[in-house]
C-alpha cells in the first residue's frame, strides 16, 4: 500500500517538473522575440505611418457576417444647421440674463454655403413656385361700451309720450322746433326735427331728442313719430247719425269715432269689434235687448272722451298729383266709368261718349285719376298697382274691386287703391252691383258721406271692405247688407299714393328709456 502510495507521487513531482521546464523555455523565447524587435510597442512604433489594408473575404465566409443591407448612398446635401436648445437656466443664470438686452424672437440660423446641384430632367418639378406672403398688419379695433340705459316707469313714459305727440301736432308744418317745459320739478328739452314724405305713399315723420337732467347726470331719449293717414284707422267716422245703429258689423281693427254713436245689441245680432275704439264723446249710447255686457261689443276696450281728430281740407291728393313726379296723371273732364284689370292695365271712357275709350298701364307708376268739379267716376274691376281715384263730387262702386295679388294671401303685395272724395262715395244699386256679396279692396274717404243706395232692399249678402274707411257720416246699411271692414296692415307703413292724412302723430319707434350721458360727453358736445 505504501509502495503504491509513493509511485504516484514520484508521478506527480516529474509532471510538474516537466511543466516547469517547459514554462522558462516559452518565457525566453518571448523574450528574444521582443529584444530582436527593435523597441516596438503593441506592434506599432511612434514613427510608423496608419495604413489601411483591404482583406478581400471570400464570398461563402462574408455570407455569414452579421449585419443589414443598405440603400445606395446619395449625395450629401448640406442642410442649415439650428443652434441647439440650451437646458433650462437655474435661478443665477435667469437673474443675470434679466440685465441682458431681449434675444430676438426667430432663433438664429447657420446659413449653409451654396452648393448647386442639378436634378435629372424626369425628375423636373413644374408646379409653380409658392408665393409667401407676409401677413398684413393687425387693424386694432377698440370696443366701446354702450351707455347704460334705465328704464322709464309706465306713468313717466306715458305723459311723455302724450306731451311729445301734442307738440308734434303743433309743430307739424315747422322743419325744426326747440321746446321746453317744466314738470315734476324736472325741466326738459324737446329738439323736433320734421321729415316729410318724398311721395304720396310715403308718411311724414317727426324726430324727437328730448334731455332732462337728474341729479347731475344727463338723460336723454329719442322718439320716432309718424303722421297718421285716415287709412290708418279700419273705420273713422266724424258725425254719427243718430238713425243708424252698429248692429250686424264686424270691424277688424281701430276705430275712431268723433261723436255719440249707437249700438244695438240682440238676440238676432251682435256687433263685434276686434280693435281699440276712441270717441271724442263722453259716452255711447248701448242698446241691450236680452243680455249683454260692453265687454262683449268692445273686445279690446274702448276709450271716451279722446281728442277729436279734424276732417282735411280739399286738395291733398291734388296736391299730390302734381308734386309726384314719377306719377302718371290723367285727368278726367266729365262722368267717366273706370275698369281696372288684372295685368295692370285699365281702361277709361267718358259716360256720354260714344267712343271706346282710352287705355294705360300701372307699369309700376303710380297712377292718379283727377276729375273735374261736378264730375262723378264708376269703379270696378281688379287692381294691379298703386292708384288713387279722386273726384271733388262724387265716386260710385258698380262692382268688386279688389287686388290682384291679395296681401293676405301674398304679403309681399304691392298693390294699392284708394278712393277718395270731397262729398259722397256710393254703392251702386243692387239692379247694377248684382246679388252676393260686394267685395272692396282699398282705403275710402268721403268726406261727407258714404253711401249704400238702397239699403232697405230686401237681405242679400255682406258688403266686405278690406282696408279701410272714413267717413264725414255713414247711412245705414241693413237690411241689404251686413257690413265687414277689415284692416289693411300694410297702412301702417305705407298709404295709396295721396290718400289724406290726419293731424295727429304717433309713436312709430321708441324703447320707453332713458340714456344716462356722462357730463363730460355733454361738455364734448357742447364745444
Not at 324 to 341: E, G, W, Y
Not at 367 to 384: K, L, R, S
Request: charged share 25%; hydrophobic share 40%.
Amino acid at each position: 500500500m505504501w509502495m503504491a502510495r509513493l509511485k504516484r507521487l514520484e508521478s506527480r513531482v516529474s509532471t510538474r517538473a516537466v511543466a516547469g521546464l517547459l514554462s522558462v523555455v516559452l518565457h525566453a523565447g518571448l523574450f528574444l522575440l521582443v529584444a530582436l524587435s527593435g523597441g516596438r510597442q503593441d506592434g506599432v512604433h511612434d514613427a510608423d505611418t496608419v495604413v489601411t489594408q483591404v482583406v478581400m473575404l471570400e464570398s461563402r465566409i462574408a455570407d455569414r457576417r452579421d449585419g443589414i443591407e443598405l440603400p445606395p448612398l446619395e449625395p450629401a446635401v448640406p442642410k442649415p444647421t439650428l443652434k441647439e436648445q440650451p437646458d433650462p437656466p437655474t435661478v443665477h443664470q435667469a437673474v443675470h440674463q434679466m440685465d441682458q438686452p431681449p434675444s430676438p424672437l426667430v432663433p438664429d440660423v447657420a446659413v449653409p454655403p451654396e452648393v448647386e446641384l442639378e436634378a435629372p430632367a424626369s425628375d423636373a418639378d413644374d408646379s409653380p413656385p409658392v408665393e409667401i406672403v407676409a401677413p398684413a398688419e393687425a387693424v386694432l379695433t377698440s370696443t366701446i361700451d354702450p351707455l347704460p340705459t334705465v328704464e322709464m316707469p309706465r306713468a313717466q313714459a306715458s305723459e311723455l309720450l302724450k306731451r311729445v305727440e301734442r307738440l308734434a301736432e303743433e309743430h307739424a308744418a315747422t322743419p325744426r322746433a326747440q321746446v321746453t317745459w317744466n314738470q315734476d320739478g324736472r325741466q326738459y328739452n324737446a329738439e323736433l326735427v320734421l321729415e316729410r314724405a318724398r311721395n304720396g305713399v310715403e308718411l311724414d315723420r317727426i324726430i324727437a331728442e328730448i334731455s332732462a337732467e337728474d341729479r347731475g347726470m344727463e338723460l336723454r331719449t329719442r322718439i320716432m313719430l309718424k303722421r297718421l293717414p285716415f287709412s290708418h284707422f279700419t273705420k273713422f267716422v266724424d258725425r254719427w247719425d243718430p238713425m243708424v245703429q252698429l248692429h250686424e258689423d264686424e270691424i277688424v281693427g281701430r276705430m275712431h269715432i268723433n261723436s255719440r254713436f249707437n249700438v244695438l245689441y240682440d238676440l238676432q245680432a251682435s256687433p263685434r269689434i276686434l280693435g281699440k275704439v276712441s270717441t271724442a264723446a263722453r259716452s255711447v249710447n248701448l242698446q241691450f235687448n236680452g243680455r249683454g255686457r260692453e265687454s262683449d261689443v268692445f273686445k279690446a276696450g274702448i276709450e271716451t272722451g279722446a281728442g277729436r281728430i279734424a276732417l282735411p281740407a280739399q286738395g291733398h291728393s291734388l296736391e299730390w298729383a302734381r308734386r309726384d313726379a314719377d306719377a302718371r296723371v290723367h285727368a278726367l273732364a266729365d262722368d267717366t266709368h273706370i275698369t281696372f284689370l288684372a295685368d295692370g292695365s285699365y281702361t277709361w271712357r267718358e259716360r256720354r261718349s260714344d267712343t271706346a275709350g282710352q287705355r294705360g298701364t300701372t307699369a309700376g307708376q303710380a297712377v292718379y285719376f283727377i276729375a273735374a268739379p261736378g264730375a262723378t267716376v264708376y269703379v270696378q274691376g281688379v287692381v294691379a298697382g298703386k292708384v288713387l281715384v279722386y273726384s271733388p263730387q262724387k265716386i260710385v262702386v258698380e262692382g268688386n274691386l279688389t287686388y290682384a295679388r291679395d296681401p293676405r294671401d301674398a304679403p309681399d303685395s304691392d298693390d294699392y287703391l284708394g278712393l277718395v272724395c270731397d262729398r259722397d262715395i256710393e254703392v251702386a244699386s243692387p239692379w247694377v252691383t248684382g246679388p252676393g256679396d260686394l267685395h272692396i279692396h282699398a282705403a275710402l274717404f268721403a268726406k261727407r258721406q258714404f253711401v249704400v243706395t238702397d239699403f232697405e232692399h230686401r237681405r242679400s249678402a255682406t258688403l266686405r271692405i278690406y282696408g279701410s274707411l272714413a267717413a264725414g257720416s255713414l247711412t245705414a246699411s241693413e237690411p241689404r247688407y251686413a257690413t265687414r271692414v277689415e284692416y289693411d296692415r300694410r297702412f301702417d307703413k305705407q298709404r295709396p299714393p295721396g290718400f289724406p292724412s290726419t293731424d295727429r302723430f304717433a309713436a312709430e319707434d321708441w324703447d320707453g328709456r332713458w340714456t344716462e350721458v356722462p357730463q363730460q360727453t355733454v361738455a364734448q358736445e357742447q364745444l
